[in-house]
Each structure stands twice: as structure tokens, then as C-alpha cells.
């Protein structure tokens, strides 16, 4: 059993920056890929980026590409989010994802382990 727990939320004027990490329980996370996903009020949940178990592949959504960063530190079990020029349409709710599985993928449903969420919200 893993357990994921986010911090670092926040309210952030547009063209700021914020890091958000993603805390996990268990000695298995290390062999765990792991995402972070995101939901904004009256919106359906959608994918941000994804880290294999090493940190040597990531992939992330078109509208995050050059401007978040996502990758992980398995020695303290905690992967991170790196968001820089945030814009007001990054505001929502962020939650970090991981499962046993190898291959990246954005498909929520292939993600057993979630957090609670954290708060992302940017001002204009």
C-alpha cells in the first residue's frame, strides 16, 4: 500500500512560480511511475506530466511543455512539480498519481495510488 500526500499549494500571481511535492509512504514507491494530474472547478480531471520509476523519461501535456518540470527524488521518496510562468489558467486542484506499472501514460484509470489534492490558484 502506498500513500501520496501533496504540499506546496498555493495562490500565486501569473508569472510566478511554485513547486508543488508529492510525499509517499512505502518502500515501493521507488519502482513506481508516477504523474501528476490536475482539476479545475467544473472541469473533468486532466493529465499534467508523468515520471518513470528512475526519473530518465517524462512526458507532459501540450500546455504545460517549457514551463513545468516534473521529476522525483527516490533516496527521500517524494516526487516534485515544477511550475514556472503560471498563468491564471493553471489555476485547480493538483493531485500526484502512481502505480507499479513501467510505461508513461496520461490514461488516469492506469493509476492505483492518488493523493488528496492541493490547491494551485494564480491570479492575472
Known amino acids: 500500500q502506498v500513500q501520496l500526500v501533496e504540499s506546496g499549494g498555493g495562490l500565486v500571481q501569473a508569472g510566478g512560480s511554485l513547486r508543488l511535492s508529492c510525499a509517499a509512504s512505502?518502500?515501493?514507491?521507488?519502482?513506481?511511475?508516477m504523474a501528476w494530474f490536475r482539476q479545475a472547478p467544473g472541469k473533468e480531471r486532466e493529465f499534467v506530466a508523468a515520471?518513470?520509476?528512475?526519473?530518465?523519461?517524462?512526458y507532459y501535456a501540450d500546455s504545460v511543455k517549457g514551463r513545468f518540470t516534473i521529476s522525483r527524488d527516490n533516496a527521500k521518496n517524494t516526487g516534485y512539480l515544477q511550475m514556472n510562468s503560471l498563468k491564471p489558467e493553471d489555476t485547480a486542484a493538483y493531485y500526484c498519481?502512481?502505480?507499479?506499472?513501467?510505461?508513461?501514460?496520461?490514461?488516469?484509470?492506469?493509476?492505483?495510488?492518488w493523493g488528496q489534492g492541493t490547491q494551485v490558484t494564480v491570479s492575472s
Open positions: 498519481a502512481g502505480d507499479p506499472g513501467v510505461l508513461l501514460t496520461r490514461d488516469q484509470s492506469r493509476y492505483s495510488y
Open positions: 515520471i518513470t520509476w528512475s526519473g530518465s523519461s517524462t
Open positions: 512505502g518502500r515501493t514507491f521507488s519502482s513506481y511511475r
